[in-house]
T-cell receptor, first 112, second 113 residues
Framework: DAKTTQPNSMESNEEEPVHLPCNHSTISGTDYIHWYRQLPSQGPEYVIHGLTSNVNNRMASLAIAEDRKSSTLILHRATLRDAAVYYCILLPIKAAGNKLTFGGGTRVLVKP | DTAVSQTPKYLVTQMGNDKSIKCEQNLGHDTMYWYKQDSKKFLKIMFSYNNKELIINETVPNRFSPKSPDKAHLNLHINSLELGDSAVYFC????????????FGSGTRLTVV
């Protein structure tokens, strides 16, 4: 499984943007880049995913480097509710053994 | 409507007992998973079923036996519970395709005393 590297933690002020980096230098051409988050005492929650182009949804934006070796999850205006552990995970297009493999993630602290 | 529902939410039991956790998804997904999150908060996959067929079986003690009666249900039965089985167990579902997100249940907190 191709691995990802994320900072252990990041801090942000409420209502400011948060940029969460993820390095995945061994990504293959058939790997999707997925982001999930886990709020305290809850199950992981899907945030966004992409393959090559940048992606936007109601929760966040995903900026993917041209060589696909890194990506950045962007929370446009952090709220206290965005305090969570954020996971960047690679997932193949289609494989019998497809599975999300969670690393340590980035713990995001949002200060009021 | 809850997309992935697990029952029970909490389970406290004694060592040596046998218990089951149930999971149901109403998303029409073809693949379901069980994950375990221990006290150190690491999430590890245990099993995966695609259309009722076991496709992932990580290194998990034989005391853990998943069962999928249909593609909307994946249950987890645990025999002879041990203290080390205490954890939060999450069920998830998805399509077997990297272009789909996973949906997780809210978890079952198992405490073995």
């Amino acid at each position: 499984d191709a691995k990802t590297t994320q900072p252990n933690s990041m801090e942000s002020n409420e209502e400011e943007p948060v940029h969460l980096p993820c390095n995945h230098s061994t990504i293959s051409g058939t790997d999707y880049i997925h982001w999930y988050r886990q709020l305290p005492s809850q199950g992981p929650e899907y945030v966004i995913h992409g393959l090559t182009s940048n992606v936007n949804n109601r929760m966040a934006s995903l900026a993917i480097a041209e060589d696909r070796k890194s990506s950045t999850l962007i929370l446009h205006r952090a709220t206290l509710r965005d305090a969570a552990v954020y996971y960047c995970i690679l997932l193949p297009i289609k494989a019998a053994g497809n599975k999300l493999t969670f690393g340590g993630g980035t713990r995001v602290l949002v200060k009021p | 409507d809850t997309a992935v529902s697990q029952t029970p939410k909490y389970l406290v039991t004694q060592m040596g007992n046998d218990k089951s956790i149930k999971c149901e998804q109403n998303l029409g997904h073809d693949t379901m998973y069980w994950y375990k999150q221990d006290s150190k908060k690491f999430l590890k996959i245990m099993f995966s079923y695609n259309n009722k067929e076991l496709i992932i079986n990580e290194t998990v003690p034989n005391r853990f036996s998943p069962k999928s009666p249909d593609k909307a249900h994946l249950n987890l039965h645990i025999n002879s519970l041990e203290l080390g089985d205490s954890a939060v167990y999450f069920c998830a579902s998805s399509q077997l395709d990297g272009d789909y997100g996973y949906t997780f249940g809210s978890g079952t907190r198992l405490t073995v005393v």
